[in-house]
C-alpha cells in the first residue's frame, strides 16, 4: 500500500434500516430456500424442459457476476496496465467482486438439482475435458479462492491492529506470505475470470438456432468478455460514488472521471461490435424490423451508447450525472447478457414459454440482497473504502 493511501472502516451502527429490511428479505429467501429443497425444482419455479435455465443460473451467475467483474477489470487496469491512479478503488472493486460472485455461486447451489454431487468437480478422473460448462464451473469455483485471498489483506490488516489473540498471531504470520504471494494471486484473479467469463458466452453459441439470430454470433465470447470489463468498471464507479454519498467520504472524482472514460470506450466498443457483427451476417433487416426482438437490440445499444457519449462529450462531469451514466450503461450491458442468454433463447421444440415464478423473482432478488448485507457488513467492520482526499 503506498503511503498516501489510508484506508478505514465506516464508522456508525451496522444495523440500520437498510441493513434490516435487507436481512428480513433474506430471511424470507431461507424460507423459501428450504420449500425448494422439500419440494424439488418444478414445484418451486417456472422451469420446464423447454426452458431449464431460469432466473437463479441467467441473472444470478450470467448477469450478477458480470457487475461483480470489478475486481477482475480493476487488476488489469492496476496491475497489468499499470494504472496506479486507481489503486485506491481496487479494494472496493475486488469486494463488489467477492461478495456478487459468492452469491451468485450460492444461488447456483440452489438452481441445480443436485448440490451434494458439487464434490465432483474435484474428481479429476470423472472431468468431461470436452465440457464448456466444466470449465466454467472450475474456473469460478478456484476464482472464488483467489478473490477472497485478493480480499484478505483488509482483513489481515485489522486483525494484527487488534487486541492479542489467535486472529493477532495469525495476521502477522500469514502477512509475509500473503506479501510474497501477491502477484501469484493477482495472476490467477486475472486469469480465470478470463476463461469463465468468455466461456460463458460459449455456453449460448453451442445453443445454435435456439438462440435469435440477433444475438448468436461466434463473437459471443468476446462480447461476453468486454461486456464484464465494462459492467465492471461501472459497477465499481457507482459503487464507490454510493459510497461516499451515504458515509460522507471522498468523492475521488480525479480518479471516477478518468476511469469513466474509459467505460465509456468499452460501451461505445461493445455496441461498436454488436452493430458490425449485425451488419456482417447479414441480419441488419431484423435489427431495424421494430418487432419485439428489433426493440430489444435498439434499447440495447442506445443504454450503451447514450452514458457513453454523455461522458466523453464533456471534460468534467459532477457526482450525479457520472452515476446515472453509469448506472445507465451498467443497465445497457446487463440487458445484453439478458437477452443472449434468456430473452432470445427459443426452444425448437413444442410450444414453450418462461417467467419466472414469484419463488424465483423473491430468491434472486434476496440473494442479491445478501451481497449488499456482506459489502455493508465488511465496509463497517474491515478498512475497505479510502479515505484519501
Given at each position: 500500500?503506498?503511503?498516501?493511501?489510508?484506508?478505514?472502516?465506516?464508522?456508525?451502527?451496522?444495523?440500520?434500516?437498510?441493513?434490516?429490511?435487507?436481512?428480513?428479505?433474506?430471511?424470507?429467501?431461507?424460507?423459501?430456500?428450504?420449500?425448494?429443497?422439500?419440494?424439488?425444482?418444478?414445484?418451486?419455479?417456472?422451469?420446464?424442459?423447454?426452458?431449464?435455465?431460469?432466473?437463479?443460473?441467467?441473472?444470478?451467475?450470467?448477469?450478477?457476476?458480470?457487475?461483480?467483474?470489478?475486481?477482475?477489470?480493476?487488476?488489469?487496469?492496476?496491475?497489468?496496465?499499470?494504472?496506479?491512479?486507481?489503486?485506491?478503488?481496487?479494494?472496493?472493486?475486488?469486494?463488489?467482486?467477492?461478495?456478487?460472485?459468492?452469491?451468485?455461486?450460492?444461488?447456483?447451489?440452489?438452481?441445480?438439482?443436485?448440490?451434494?454431487?458439487?464434490?465432483r468437480l474435484a474428481v479429476l478422473p470423472g472431468w468431461n475435458l470436452h465440457s464448456v460448462?466444466?470449465?466454467?464451473?472450475?474456473?469460478?469455483?478456484?476464482?472464488?479462492?483467489?478473490?477472497?485471498?485478493?480480499?484478505?489483506?483488509?482483513?489481515?490488516?485489522?486483525?494484527?491492529?487488534?487486541?492479542?489473540?489467535?486472529?493477532?498471531?495469525?495476521?502477522?504470520?500469514?502477512?509475509?506470505?500473503?506479501?510474497?504471494?501477491?502477484?501469484?494471486?493477482?495472476?490467477?484473479?486475472?486469469?480465470?475470470?478470463?476463461?469463465?467469463?468468455?466461456?460463458?458466452?460459449?455456453?449460448?453459441?453451442?445453443?445454435?438456432?435456439?438462440?435469435?439470430?440477433?444475438?448468436?454470433?461466434?463473437?459471443?465470447?468476446?462480447?461476453?468478455?468486454?461486456?464484464?470489463?465494462?459492467?465492471?468498471?461501472?459497477?465499481?464507479?457507482?459503487?464507490?460514488?454510493?459510497?461516499?454519498?451515504?458515509?460522507?467520504?471522498?468523492?475521488?472524482?480525479?480518479?471516477?472521471?478518468?476511469?469513466?472514460?474509459?467505460?465509456?470506450?468499452?460501451?461505445?466498443?461493445?455496441?461498436?461490435?454488436?452493430?458490425?457483427?449485425?451488419?456482417?451476417?447479414?441480419?441488419?433487416?431484423?435489427?431495424?424490423?421494430?418487432?419485439?426482438?428489433?426493440?430489444?437490440?435498439?434499447?440495447?445499444?442506445?443504454?450503451?451508447?447514450?452514458?457513453?457519449?454523455?461522458?466523453?462529450?464533456?471534460?468534467?462531469?459532477?457526482?450525479?450525472?457520472?452515476?446515472?451514466?453509469?448506472?445507465?450503461?451498467?443497465?445497457?450491458?446487463?440487458?445484453?447478457?439478458?437477452?443472449?442468454?434468456?430473452?432470445?433463447?427459443?426452444?425448437?421444440?413444442?410450444?414453450?414459454?418462461?417467467?419466472?415464478?414469484?419463488?424465483?423473482?423473491?430468491?434472486?432478488?434476496?440473494?442479491?440482497?445478501?451481497?449488499?448485507?456482506?459489502?455493508?457488513?465488511?465496509?463497517?467492520?474491515?478498512?475497505?473504502?479510502?479515505?484519501?482526499?
Open positions: 500500500m503506498s503511503h498516501r493511501e489510508r484506508y478505514a472502516p465506516v464508522e456508525g451502527p451496522l444495523l440500520t434500516r437498510p441493513f434490516r429490511i435487507l436481512a428480513a428479505l433474506f430471511a424470507v429467501t431461507l424460507v423459501l430456500v428450504a420449500w425448494r429443497f422439500a419440494v424439488g425444482l418444478g414445484p418451486a419455479t417456472a422451469l420446464s424442459d423447454g426452458y431449464p435455465w431460469g432466473a437463479w443460473k441467467i441473472f444470478n451467475v450470467i448477469v450478477l457476476t458480470a457487475l461483480g467483474s470489478g475486481g477482475y477489470a480493476a487488476a488489469l487496469l492496476v496491475y497489468v496496465l499499470n494504472r496506479g491512479r486507481y489503486h485506491p478503488l481496487v479494494r472496493t472493486a475486488i469486494l463488489t467482486s467477492a461478495v456478487g460472485y459468492t452469491t451468485g455461486v450460492i444461488a447456483l447451489g440452489v438452481d441445480i438439482g443436485r448440490p451434494w454431487n458439487f464434490y460448462l466444466l470449465e466454467v464451473a472450475v474456473c469460478i469455483s478456484i476464482y472464488l479462492v483467489f478473490l477472497w485471498l485478493e480480499m484478505a489483506p483488509p482483513f489481515l490488516e485489522k486483525w494484527s491492529a487488534g487486541p492479542e489473540g489467535r486472529l493477532k498471531k495469525f495476521a502477522s504470520k500469514a502477512t509475509p506470505v500473503l506479501d510474497k504471494a501477491f502477484p501469484w494471486i493477482v495472476a490467477m484473479a486475472i486469469l480465470l475470470p478470463s476463461m469463465h467469463q468468455s466461456s460463458l458466452g460459449s455456453l449460448f453459441l453451442l445453443a445454435g438456432p435456439k438462440i435469435h439470430p440477433l444475438w448468436q454470433t461466434p463473437l459471443l465470447p468476446l462480447l461476453f468478455l468486454v461486456s464484464c470489463w465494462a459492467l465492471g468498471i461501472a459497477t465499481v464507479i457507482a459503487v464507490s460514488l454510493l459510497s461516499s454519498l451515504a458515509w460522507s467520504r471522498p468523492w475521488h472524482l480525479d480518479m471516477l472521471r478518468p476511469l469513466a472514460r474509459v467505460m465509456s470506450w468499452l460501451f461505445l466498443g461493445l455496441a461498436a461490435l454488436r452493430v458490425a457483427d449485425v451488419v456482417w451476417r447479414g441480419e441488419t433487416g431484423r435489427a431495424f424490423a421494430l418487432d419485439g426482438w428489433s426493440l430489444f437490440f435498439l434499447a440495447e445499444l442506445a443504454f450503451l451508447v447514450a452514458p457513453a457519449i454523455a461522458i466523453l462529450a464533456r471534460r468534467s462531469i459532477a457526482a450525479g450525472p457520472l452515476l446515472r451514466a453509469a448506472i445507465g450503461g451498467a443497465f445497457g450491458g446487463a440487458l445484453y447478457r439478458l437477452d443472449a442468454s434468456l430473452i432470445a433463447y427459443r426452444p425448437t421444440v413444442g410450444h414453450w414459454s418462461y417467467f419466472p415464478s414469484l419463488i424465483e423473482l423473491t430468491i434472486t432478488l434476496g440473494f442479491a440482497g445478501l451481497a449488499v448485507l456482506a459489502y455493508l457488513y465488511i465496509v463497517k467492520r474491515f478498512p475497505i473504502l479510502s479515505t484519501q482526499e
